[in-house]
Protein backbone atom coordinates (compact mmCIF):
# COMPACT_ATOMS: atom_id res chain seq x y z
CA UNK A 1 0.00 0.00 0.00
CA UNK A 2 1.75 2.59 -1.26
CA UNK A 3 -0.46 5.60 0.10
CA UNK A 4 -2.27 5.23 3.72
CA UNK A 5 -2.55 7.63 6.92
CA UNK A 6 -0.78 7.76 9.84
CA UNK A 7 -1.96 8.72 12.88
CA UNK A 8 0.13 9.41 15.84
CA UNK A 9 -0.67 9.46 19.79
CA UNK A 10 0.20 12.60 21.51
CA UNK A 11 -1.09 11.79 25.15
CA UNK A 12 -0.22 12.69 28.72
CA UNK A 13 0.75 9.97 30.85
CA UNK A 14 0.50 8.98 34.48
CA UNK A 15 3.51 7.39 35.30
CA UNK A 16 3.97 4.19 37.01
CA UNK A 17 -0.38 3.85 36.47
CA UNK A 18 0.25 0.93 33.85
CA UNK A 19 -4.04 0.30 33.79
CA UNK A 20 -4.73 3.85 33.62
CA UNK A 21 -2.37 4.23 30.46
CA UNK A 22 -3.79 1.49 29.17
CA UNK A 23 -7.51 2.49 28.89
CA UNK A 24 -6.47 5.65 28.00
CA UNK A 25 -3.97 4.69 25.15
CA UNK A 26 -7.00 2.16 23.89
CA UNK A 27 -9.27 4.74 23.73
CA UNK A 28 -7.36 6.82 21.82
CA UNK A 29 -5.64 3.98 19.25
CA UNK A 30 -9.76 3.13 18.78
CA UNK A 31 -10.52 7.14 17.71
CA UNK A 32 -7.34 6.88 15.56
CA UNK A 33 -8.59 3.86 13.59
CA UNK A 34 -12.34 4.93 13.69
CA UNK A 35 -10.85 8.10 11.81
CA UNK A 36 -8.99 5.92 8.80
CA UNK A 37 -5.17 5.58 10.50
CA UNK A 38 -4.06 2.57 9.16
CA UNK A 39 -0.27 2.58 11.35
CA UNK A 40 -0.61 3.85 14.34
CA UNK A 41 2.26 5.13 17.31
CA UNK A 42 1.76 5.54 20.92
CA UNK A 43 4.94 7.31 22.49
CA UNK A 44 7.85 6.15 24.63
CA UNK A 45 7.57 4.15 27.52
CA UNK A 46 3.44 4.63 27.23
CA UNK A 47 2.06 2.04 29.67
CA UNK A 48 4.96 3.33 32.53
CA UNK A 49 4.85 6.72 31.64
CA UNK A 50 8.80 7.99 32.07
CA UNK A 51 10.28 9.96 34.78
CA UNK A 52 14.06 10.60 34.18
CA UNK A 53 14.69 11.48 37.70
CA UNK A 54 13.31 7.70 38.14
CA UNK A 55 14.34 5.10 36.23
CA UNK A 56 15.09 2.69 38.77
CA UNK A 57 11.07 2.28 39.20
CA UNK A 58 10.52 2.04 35.72
CA UNK A 59 12.91 -0.72 35.51
CA UNK A 60 10.29 -2.49 37.99
CA UNK A 61 7.95 -2.11 35.51
CA UNK A 62 9.63 -4.11 32.55
CA UNK A 63 7.73 -6.84 30.83
CA UNK A 64 8.12 -9.56 28.85
CA UNK A 65 6.30 -9.71 24.90
CA UNK A 66 3.78 -11.77 26.40
CA UNK A 67 2.84 -9.87 29.08
CA UNK A 68 -0.15 -7.66 30.10
CA UNK A 69 0.33 -4.40 27.78
CA UNK A 70 1.57 -6.17 24.44
CA UNK A 71 -1.26 -8.68 24.55
CA UNK A 72 -3.34 -5.95 25.13
CA UNK A 73 -2.27 -3.75 22.02
CA UNK A 74 -1.60 -6.83 20.06
CA UNK A 75 -5.61 -8.37 20.13
CA UNK A 76 -6.20 -4.55 19.86
CA UNK A 77 -4.57 -4.19 16.53
CA UNK A 78 -6.16 -7.35 15.24
CA UNK A 79 -9.55 -6.42 16.14
CA UNK A 80 -8.81 -3.15 14.36
CA UNK A 81 -6.92 -4.71 11.60
CA UNK A 82 -3.77 -1.38 11.92
CA UNK A 83 -0.43 -1.62 12.52
CA UNK A 84 0.62 -0.08 16.04
CA UNK A 85 3.96 0.19 17.38
CA UNK A 86 3.66 0.15 21.02
CA UNK A 87 7.12 1.24 22.80
CA UNK A 88 7.55 -0.19 26.48
CA UNK A 89 9.89 -1.11 29.22
CA UNK A 90 10.69 -4.64 27.93
CA UNK A 91 11.91 -7.15 29.71
CA UNK A 92 14.74 -9.33 28.32
CA UNK A 93 15.53 -13.06 28.00
CA UNK A 94 18.42 -12.14 30.29
CA UNK A 95 17.30 -10.32 33.39
CA UNK A 96 17.92 -6.88 32.08
CA UNK A 97 15.27 -4.24 31.17
CA UNK A 98 15.30 -2.14 27.82
CA UNK A 99 13.48 0.61 26.30
CA UNK A 100 11.61 -0.85 23.82
CA UNK A 101 9.41 -0.30 20.76
CA UNK A 102 7.25 -3.04 20.18
CA UNK A 103 5.88 -2.93 16.00
CA UNK A 104 2.31 -5.07 15.83
CA UNK A 105 0.82 -6.48 12.47
CA UNK A 106 -3.09 -5.87 11.48
CA UNK A 107 -3.08 -9.61 12.27
CA UNK A 108 -2.12 -8.59 16.14
CA UNK A 109 1.71 -10.83 15.17
CA UNK A 110 4.42 -9.06 16.37
CA UNK A 111 6.35 -7.90 13.71
CA UNK A 112 9.57 -7.04 15.25
CA UNK A 113 11.39 -4.96 18.38
CA UNK A 114 14.06 -2.01 18.23
CA UNK A 115 15.40 -1.19 21.24
CA UNK A 116 16.85 2.26 22.46
CA UNK A 117 20.53 2.35 21.10
CA UNK A 118 21.29 5.26 23.21
CA UNK A 119 20.41 5.46 26.69
CA UNK A 120 20.41 8.79 27.95
CA UNK A 121 21.00 10.32 31.87
CA UNK A 122 20.00 7.16 33.96
CA UNK A 123 19.17 4.85 31.68
CA UNK A 124 22.52 3.70 30.81
CA UNK A 125 22.48 2.64 34.37
CA UNK A 126 19.26 0.67 34.19
CA UNK A 127 18.34 0.00 30.82
CA UNK A 128 20.45 -2.54 28.56
CA UNK A 129 20.97 -0.60 25.35
CA UNK A 130 20.06 -2.33 21.62
CA UNK A 131 22.59 -2.33 18.95
CA UNK A 132 20.23 -3.22 16.23
CA UNK A 133 18.77 -1.17 13.58
CA UNK A 134 16.08 -3.43 11.39
CA UNK A 135 13.65 -2.24 8.92
CA UNK A 136 10.69 -4.14 8.52
CA UNK A 137 8.89 -4.70 4.79
CA UNK A 138 5.41 -4.15 5.74
CA UNK A 139 2.15 -3.68 3.65
CA UNK A 140 2.94 0.11 4.47
CA UNK A 141 6.24 -0.22 3.14
CA UNK A 142 9.35 -0.24 4.99
CA UNK A 143 9.62 1.08 8.02
CA UNK A 144 12.16 1.61 10.61
CA UNK A 145 12.28 3.06 14.58
CA UNK A 146 14.62 5.40 16.62
CA UNK A 147 13.29 6.22 19.93
CA UNK A 148 13.90 9.87 21.38
CA UNK A 149 17.43 10.52 21.90
CA UNK A 150 18.50 8.67 19.40
CA UNK A 151 17.37 10.73 16.40
CA UNK A 152 20.35 13.18 17.65
CA UNK A 153 22.59 10.57 16.21
CA UNK A 154 22.47 10.95 12.70
CA UNK A 155 24.04 7.37 12.23
CA UNK A 156 21.11 5.94 13.23
CA UNK A 157 18.46 7.73 10.47
CA UNK A 158 21.27 6.57 7.72
CA UNK A 159 21.79 2.84 8.55
CA UNK A 160 18.13 2.50 8.51
CA UNK A 161 17.92 4.34 5.16
CA UNK A 162 20.74 2.30 3.91
CA UNK A 163 18.58 -0.75 5.16
CA UNK A 164 15.52 0.96 2.52
CA UNK A 165 13.44 2.85 5.53
CA UNK A 166 10.54 4.73 3.44
CA UNK A 167 9.51 6.15 7.10
CA UNK A 168 11.03 6.49 10.18
CA UNK A 169 9.06 6.70 13.63
CA UNK A 170 10.34 8.34 16.75
CA UNK A 171 8.45 7.49 19.93
CA UNK A 172 9.54 9.88 22.47
CA UNK A 173 9.61 11.21 25.50
CA UNK A 174 11.11 14.55 24.51
CA UNK A 175 11.06 17.50 27.74
CA UNK A 176 10.47 20.73 27.20
CA UNK A 177 13.25 22.84 29.54
CA UNK A 178 15.91 24.62 28.45
CA UNK A 179 16.38 24.00 24.28
CA UNK A 180 14.88 21.07 23.62
CA UNK A 181 11.73 22.25 21.62
CA UNK A 182 13.92 23.72 18.95
CA UNK A 183 16.78 20.92 19.43
CA UNK A 184 13.63 18.48 18.67
CA UNK A 185 12.31 20.45 15.55
CA UNK A 186 16.19 20.48 14.07
CA UNK A 187 16.75 16.78 14.47
CA UNK A 188 13.76 15.84 12.92
CA UNK A 189 13.62 17.80 9.81
CA UNK A 190 17.37 17.03 9.55
CA UNK A 191 17.24 13.37 9.56
CA UNK A 192 14.25 13.50 7.43
CA UNK A 193 16.48 15.32 4.35
CA UNK A 194 19.99 13.56 5.54
CA UNK A 195 17.95 10.49 4.30
CA UNK A 196 15.27 11.38 2.01
CA UNK A 197 12.16 9.59 4.43
CA UNK A 198 9.42 10.30 6.01
CA UNK A 199 9.62 11.15 9.97
CA UNK A 200 6.88 10.56 12.13
CA UNK A 201 7.75 11.52 15.66
CA UNK A 202 5.18 11.92 18.47
CA UNK A 203 6.29 12.96 21.96
CA UNK A 204 4.22 12.75 24.83
CA UNK A 205 2.37 15.12 26.59
CA UNK A 206 2.02 16.55 30.06
CA UNK A 207 4.02 16.73 33.66
CA UNK A 208 5.68 14.43 35.73
CA UNK A 209 7.32 15.15 38.49
CA UNK A 210 9.00 18.16 37.94
CA UNK A 211 9.55 17.28 34.14
CA UNK A 212 7.01 19.01 31.69
CA UNK A 213 7.03 17.15 28.32
CA UNK A 214 7.56 19.62 24.70
CA UNK A 215 4.71 17.50 22.98
CA UNK A 216 5.18 18.61 19.45
CA UNK A 217 4.12 15.65 17.50
CA UNK A 218 4.75 15.64 13.90
CA UNK A 219 5.34 14.28 10.34
CA UNK A 220 8.33 15.37 8.17
CA UNK A 221 8.38 14.90 4.18
CA UNK A 222 11.73 13.47 3.03
CA UNK A 223 12.92 17.16 2.29
CA UNK A 224 12.39 18.26 5.70
CA UNK A 225 9.02 19.88 5.55
CA UNK A 226 6.90 20.00 8.24
CA UNK A 227 3.73 18.56 6.96
CA UNK A 228 1.56 18.54 10.40
CA UNK A 229 2.16 19.12 13.91
CA UNK A 230 0.76 19.91 17.11
CA UNK A 231 1.87 23.59 18.70
CA UNK A 232 0.43 22.99 22.33
CA UNK A 233 1.57 20.45 24.63
CA UNK A 234 -1.90 18.50 24.77
CA UNK A 235 -3.13 15.74 24.23
CA UNK A 236 -4.54 14.46 20.86
CA UNK A 237 -3.73 12.41 17.52
CA UNK A 238 -1.95 13.78 14.28
CA UNK A 239 -2.81 12.68 11.43
CA UNK A 240 -1.08 12.61 8.11
CA UNK A 241 -1.66 11.09 4.42
CA UNK A 242 1.65 9.06 3.14
CA UNK A 243 2.70 8.27 -0.17
CA UNK A 244 5.27 6.45 -0.19
CA UNK A 245 5.89 7.22 -4.15
CA UNK A 246 7.11 10.88 -2.98
CA UNK A 247 10.40 8.71 -1.11
CA UNK A 248 11.05 6.91 -4.61
CA UNK A 249 10.90 9.98 -6.47
CA UNK A 250 13.20 12.39 -4.08
CA UNK A 251 15.39 9.75 -4.13
CA UNK A 252 15.58 9.64 -7.95
CA UNK A 253 16.07 13.43 -7.69
CA UNK A 254 18.55 13.40 -4.91
CA UNK A 255 21.46 11.11 -5.22
CA UNK A 256 23.11 11.75 -1.66
CA UNK A 257 22.68 8.06 -0.09
CA UNK A 258 24.00 6.91 -3.82
CA UNK A 259 26.94 9.65 -3.97
CA UNK A 260 28.49 8.60 -0.66
CA UNK A 261 32.51 7.73 -0.09
CA UNK A 262 31.97 4.91 2.73
CA UNK A 263 35.62 4.66 2.19
CA UNK A 264 36.54 7.77 3.60
CA UNK A 265 34.28 7.89 6.64
CA UNK A 266 36.63 5.11 8.53
CA UNK A 267 37.14 7.21 11.09
CA UNK A 268 33.27 7.51 12.36
CA UNK A 269 33.70 3.72 13.92
CA UNK A 270 37.56 4.31 15.16
CA UNK A 271 36.37 7.57 17.22
Known sequence: ??????????????????????????????????NGASLICLPEA???????????????????????SVTVMRKLAAELSVYLAAPIIYA??????????????????IE??????HPVGDE??????????PVWNTKFGKIGIVICYDVCFPETSRILALRGAELMLVPSAWRASHYFKEWWDLNLACRALDNLLYVA?????????????AGKSQVISPIGEVLAAFDVEEEGILYQEIDLERVAKEREFNTVLTDRHPEDYKILSDR
Open 1 to 34: MRKYKLGLIQMDLAFLDKEANLRKASEMVREAAA
Open 46 to 68: FNTGYLGSDIPAMKKMAEPLDGE
Open 92 to 109: AANGEAENTAVLINDEGE
Open 112 to 117: GTYSKS
Open 124 to 133: RTYFQRGNEY
Open 201 to 213: AVNRCGQSGEEIF
